[in-house]
């Protein structure tokens, strides 16, 4: 503080009419006439790992559809330029594979964990319905979460396809 205020006389300018504090201060701004914002109410979180990672739960579908997704353009490439086959393409990269899909399993249930809400209800407000309006939002509304699961069950069973295709050749690649 003394600091500021030495740099102040040296530079001509008047000393400031308070005092600074190092505690921290709250300002609660409301226009006239209005009530305060209203504060979203959500449900506590009494959802567990066991019932997010059920057969029936909200994450397995979701987390097999993101890496599905992901691994199928992985594949194609090495696939399509260099003719190897997706079996031997993952028995090379095993290790890469299965750190991969811990991270892609934690990061699907980070937002859970962040905001403390039943993954359910995070994923039930993420559709297009909620989404809707202009400008980006526009384009935000493009990653509803029917959408995602819709596109992973289709990366799902493309990556089954393509590997029961090479299977059924002979372990030939299948382009």
Same mark, same amino acid.
């Given at each position: 503080?003394?600091?500021?205020?030495?740099?102040?006389?040296?530079? #001509? %300018?008047?000393? %400031?009419?308070?005092?600074?504090?190092?505690?921290?201060?709250?300002?609660?701004?409301?226009?006239?006439?209005?009530?305060?914002v209203?504060?979203?109410?959500?449900?506590k979180?009494?959802?567990?790992?066991?019932?997010?990672?059920?057969?029936?739960?909200?994450?397995?579908?979701?987390?097999?559809?993101?890496?599905?997704?992901?691994?199928?353009?992985?594949i194609?490439?090495p696939?399509?330029?260099?003719?190897?086959?997706?079996l031997?393409?993952?028995?090379?990269?095993?290790?890469?594979?299965?750190?991969?899909?811990?991270?892609?399993?934690?990061?699907s249930?980070?937002?859970?964990?962040?905001?403390?809400?039943?993954?359910?209800?995070?994923?039930?407000?993420?559709?297009?319905?909620?989404?809707?309006?202009?400008g980006?939002?526009? @384009?935000?509304?493009?990653?509803?979460?029917?959408?995602?699961?819709?596109? #992973?069950? %289709?990366?799902?069973? #493309?990556?089954?396809?393509?590997i029961?295709?090479?299977?059924?050749?002979?372990?030939?690649? @299948? @382009?």
């Amino acid at each position: 503080m003394q600091a500021c205020s030495t740099l102040r006389a040296k530079a #001509g %300018l008047r000393p %400031l009419p308070f005092s600074s504090s190092s505690r921290l201060t709250t300002v609660r701004v409301r226009a006239e006439g209005s009530s305060p914002v209203p504060v979203p109410v959500w449900t506590k979180d009494t959802e567990t790992a066991r019932d997010v990672f059920a057969f029936g739960g909200s994450a397995p579908e979701r987390v097999n559809g993101r890496i599905a997704m992901i691994g199928f353009v992985s594949i194609l490439g090495p696939e399509i330029s260099k003719k190897q086959p997706v079996l031997e393409q993952l028995g090379d990269a095993w290790f890469g594979v299965i750190l991969f899909s811990f991270t892609i399993a934690f990061a699907s249930i980070l937002p859970k964990l962040i905001a403390g809400v039943p993954l359910k209800d995070l994923h039930a407000a993420a559709t297009t319905e909620n989404m809707k309006g202009e400008g980006i939002q526009q @384009f935000v509304a493009l990653f509803d979460t029917n959408i995602e699961l819709w596109s #992973g069950r %289709l990366a799902m069973l #493309g990556f089954a396809g393509l590997i029961a295709l090479e299977v059924a050749k002979g372990g030939e690649s @299948f @382009f």
